[in-house]
T-cell receptor
Framework: EAQVTQNPRYLITVTGKKLTVTCSQNMNHEYMSWYRQDPGLGLRQIYYSMNVEVTDKGDVPEGYKVSRKEKRNFPLILESPSPNQTSLYFC??????????????FGPGTRLTVL | DQQVKQNSPSLSVQEGRISILNCDYTNSMFDYFLWYKKYPAEGPTFLISISSIKDKNEDGRFTVFLNKSAKHLSLHIVPSQPGDSAVYFCAASDGNKLVFGAGTILRVKS
């Protein structure tokens, strides 16, 4: 089954404690991306990756890091989480943007609370 | 500065009637537009898309219209069903990334 998986689904942590949210896709997609969803703001892109070892900042990259060492995995790293990073996070993958009928497949989401 | 705007936070429609969700964009570099549907506790799922070279795309009960001169697109759902109740996100692509609107909550009343 084609899917994007994220772990954990729920996480409560404290300010400053490093954490990683994993994301994996089994569709051999080149493009992967992280979004955060906040009320009234929709989905905002944090980072994206066009392929292995190729990453770039989205609209709200501050406080986040990513890596793309393998095509299927795209972890999101919060080195020193702060309360303003409390949000619902989605990982997504797709063929490279710009192709026709290019839909992004989303993971189920990770709800993060930083106290 | 929001490049993709969905000005209606919510919409309520009677079952069987038409639902019209609207979206405006400001960036003329966007050349591909998509609609996603999201249920609670799930990730968004792709619904329908349209390329900038078209002005209409239809898929069953769902039709997306694009007015490039007005930088406006709309999603029509006919007839609306209770299962269509969800958050609908409009998204636009410039070839590098997707930019999403804030979403519109659609409630279809039976």
């Amino acid at each position: 089954e084609a899917q994007v998986t994220q772990n954990p689904r729920y996480l409560i942590t404290v300010t400053g404690k490093k954490l990683t949210v994993t994301c994996s896709q089994n569709m051999n997609h080149e493009y992967m991306s992280w979004y955060r969803q906040d009320p009234g703001l929709g989905l905002r892109q944090i980072y994206y990756s066009m392929n292995v070892e190729v990453t770039d900042k989205g609209d709200v990259p501050e406080g986040y890091k990513v890596s793309r060492k393998e095509k299927r995995n795209f972890p999101l790293i919060l080195e020193s989480p702060s309360p303003n990073q409390t949000s619902l996070y989605f990982c997504a993958s797709s063929l490279l943007p710009g192709l026709t009928d290019n839909e992004q497949f989303f993971g189920p989401g990770t709800r993060l609370t930083v106290l | 500065d929001q490049q993709v705007k969905q000005n209606s936070p919510s919409l309520s429609v009677q079952e069987g009637r038409i639902s019209i969700l609207n979206c405006d964009y400001t960036n003329s570099m966007f050349d591909y537009f998509l609609w996603y549907k999201k249920y609670p506790a799930e990730g968004p799922t792709f619904l329908i898309s349209i390329s900038s070279i078209k002005d209409k795309n239809e898929d069953g009960r769902f039709t997306v219209f694009l007015n490039k001169s007005a930088k406006h697109l709309s999603l029509h759902i006919v007839p609306s069903q209770p299962g269509d109740s969800a958050v609908y996100f409009c998204a636009a692509s410039d070839g590098n990334k997707l930019v999403f609107g804030a979403g519109t909550i659609l409630r279809v009343k039976s």
